[in-house]
């Protein structure tokens, strides 16, 4: 009878003791976990912390307990918000994560971090947050990764690390439109120097020499050491090749200079071979044996210098310089002048104005027509200083012009950087009121592609201009490809078929075509047609049978210096058109 008997307080006891056992049991396996764990309640609160997370993280149980993981400075990285992760959690009921955090003493450690929800019943009733120590296991990976893509002994990129690299650029540089310069650098005569002063002095140097090079790349480029003594340079974000010409000389300049080695001082010179993404290959392969021969070409012709793999950029960049650099002096030299075609009306053959077009008398070059130097203009930041001076020399000579009692119009030549620099409508104005020129006398030749290139922009300043009473005339005009619809929005007056279409106009069916489509479109839209290039009498027939209303060309005057536009309005040659 008295075994059946159950003596409550016993019971009571047993339970507690079992359940103090498990608390201590699951305490213990906490203790000696490598993970750390943090436990949470279900409002998010910490309520407790393993000995292993206060390891991990350096954080003490001050900072921790009964706060809310998203009020501690965790200095974590690679974690959405906290707010992100939790929505993650109460939804899927887990987030998990790498994070990247910095421990107080200063180095930094990287964790697997889970966090998830714990529930009874169908209720949360707490979170549980583990995170795992990967530092090791992450500095091994990336030990490995460098072994096998960086030299040993300069730590500079090796050639595998530079193939990838190099083709990533070229990816990116195909969808840009740019352009990527391999610059294949070779150290002169290193064998001697390795010869004559021991490998140990020749690695040192190497070492130097790489921190040099490395030293002057940015974000869009690269250096690596492709072989004892070779090095390989990439620069992407080109836009023009003339910046790689500066590169190259800059990389000559930086390296003559003296390295230290051991209380010597050393001189060392290089040649550079240079190819140029899409021109010179469009893969790593070529441009890199590409600029390999290209440097071996400098060589031949002498050390301590670059060329360019393609010989004609090696002629197209120093042109360019040269003309360049000349091309500054000769708006201070007085060397520029305007020469001016004149325009007729085909209804009655009167004048009715002139295109100003450019002309550079150079002493040492002689006369150079605008195709040899509006391009180099346009591509420097050349063209605005010049440009503003042929509307400047243009509106003068109109104004000469109209105090001899000739109300005559002057085209000028617009180019597109003109157009979307800066105030652009501003200066044409204070250019107006400077020289007293008519503004309705005042156009400006502007074509397809720079209305295109810049629509907004352009659409802004022309309004603004046209508003002034300046004519505008679209150049070019079908050479280039575009839908006619800008047409619509821009506030044009004219059209100018372009020179090429009048050449063959009496032999080519399509040139037929197109010179009688766009004097269509141009009436249609009740714009002028003004034909260029017009040479020979039948194209003049021709033009006229079509209603085009202008036109210019051998035909009726070469463009004439200034002088010889006045000479010939006095003698009556040019018949000018009444009012
Ligand atoms: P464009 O606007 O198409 O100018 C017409 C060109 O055709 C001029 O060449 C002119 O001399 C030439 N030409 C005139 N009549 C005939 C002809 O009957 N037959 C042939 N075959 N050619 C003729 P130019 O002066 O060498 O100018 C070339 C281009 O340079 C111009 O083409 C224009 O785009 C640009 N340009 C000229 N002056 C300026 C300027 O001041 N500023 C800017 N931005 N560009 C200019
Ligand atoms: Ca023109
Ligand atoms: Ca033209």
């Not at 498990?22 to 949470?40: A, H, R």
């Not at 071979?273 to 070409?297: Q, R, T, W, Y």
């Not at 200083?385 to 104004?399: T, Y």
Request: glycine share 6%; hydrophobic share 40%.
């Amino acid at each position: 009878m008295l075994s059946d008997y159950i003596n409550p307080m016993e019971e009571y006891e047993k339970i507690i003791n079992s359940l103090k056992r498990k608390t201590y049991f699951m305490s213990k396996i906490l203790e000696c976990m490598k993970e750390g764990v943090v436990i949470l309640n279900s409002e998010g609160c910490i309520e407790g912390v393993n000995k292993a997370f206060y390891e991990i993280t350096g954080l003490s149980y001050e900072k921790l307990i009964r706060n809310k993981l998203e009020n501690i400075d965790l200095k974590w990285e690679g974690l959405p918000t906290f707010k992100e992760v939790w929505e993650i959690v109460n939804n899927q009921g887990l987030w998990v994560g790498e994070v990247v955090g910095i421990h107080p003493n200063g180095y930094m450690y990287t964790c697997d971090a889970i966090l998830s929800k714990v529930m009874a019943d169908g209720e949360t009733i707490g979170y549980i947050f583990v995170v795992q120590d990967i530092t090791e296991k992450r500095s091994l990976e990336s030990n490995l990764r460098s072994l096998s893509y960086y030299d040993l002994l300069t730590g500079l990129p090796n050639r595998a690390l530079l193939y990838n690299h190099l083709a990533q650029m070229l990816y990116n540089a195909k969808i840009k439109n740019e352009k990527v310069a391999v610059l294949f650098i070779d150290i002169d005569n290193f064998k001697i120097v390795n010869e004559s002063m021991g490998h140990e002095l020749g690695d040192r140097l190497l070492k130097l020499f790489a921190e040099r090079l490395a030293s002057s790349v940015n974000n869009d480029s690269m250096v690596a050491r492709f072989g004892s003594d070779e090095f390989v340079m990439v620069k992407g974000g080109l836009k023009d090749i003339d910046s790689i010409k500066l590169i190259a000389e800059s990389i000559i300049e930086r390296i003559s200079q003296p390295f230290f080695v051991e209380n010597k001082k050393l001189y060392i010179t290089v040649t550079i071979g240079i190819s140029v993404f899409p021109i010179d290959g469009v893969d790593p392969d070529i441009l890199l044996k590409n600029a390999d021969m290209a440097m071996h070409h400098a060589k031949e012709i002498g050390r301590n210098t670059y060329q360019f793999y393609t010989s004609e950029l090696n002629i197209r960049v120093s042109e360019r310089f040269y003309i360049e650099g000349k091309l500054r002096e000769a708006i201070v030299k007085n060397e520029l002048y305007l020469h001016y075609q004149p325009q007729f009306s085909l209804e009655d053959d009167k004048l009715v104005g002139f295109e100003a077009l450019l002309r550079w008398y150079n002493p040492e070059s002689g006369l150079l027509l605008p195709g040899k130097f509006i391009t180099v203009a346009e591509e420097s930041d050349l063209i605005e200083s010049l440009g503003e001076w042929v509307i400047r020399q243009a509106c003068s000579h109109g104004k000469i012009l109209e105090d001899m009692g000739y109300r005559l119009r002057i085209a000028v030549n617009i180019s597109s950087n003109q157009l979307s620099s800066p105030d652009f409508d501003k200066k044409v104005e204070y250019i107006l009121t400077e020289t007293g020129f008519s503004p309705d006398l005042l156009e400006f030749e502007i074509t397809e592609s720079t209305l295109i290139k810049n629509k907004k922009e352009a659409m802004r300043v022309l309004n603004r201009l046209k508003s002034m009473g300046i004519t505008i005339a679209v150049d070019d005009f079908g050479t280039s490809y575009s839908s006619l619809n800008y047409l619509k929005y821009f506030p044009v007056d004219k059209l100018k078929i372009d020179r090429s279409f009048i050449g063959d106009i009496i032999s080519d069916p399509n040139d037929v075509a197109i010179t009688t489509t766009i004097i269509a479109i141009a009436h249609n839209l009740g714009l002028k047609a003004t034909a260029e290039g017009v040479e020979t009498e039948e194209q003049l027939t021709f033009l006229k049978l079509w209603q085009c209303d202008e036109a210019q060309g051998y035909f009726f005057s070469p463009p004439l210096p200034f002088k010889d536009v006045v000479e010939r309005l006095k003698n009556n040659l040019l018949p000018v058109k009444d009012e």
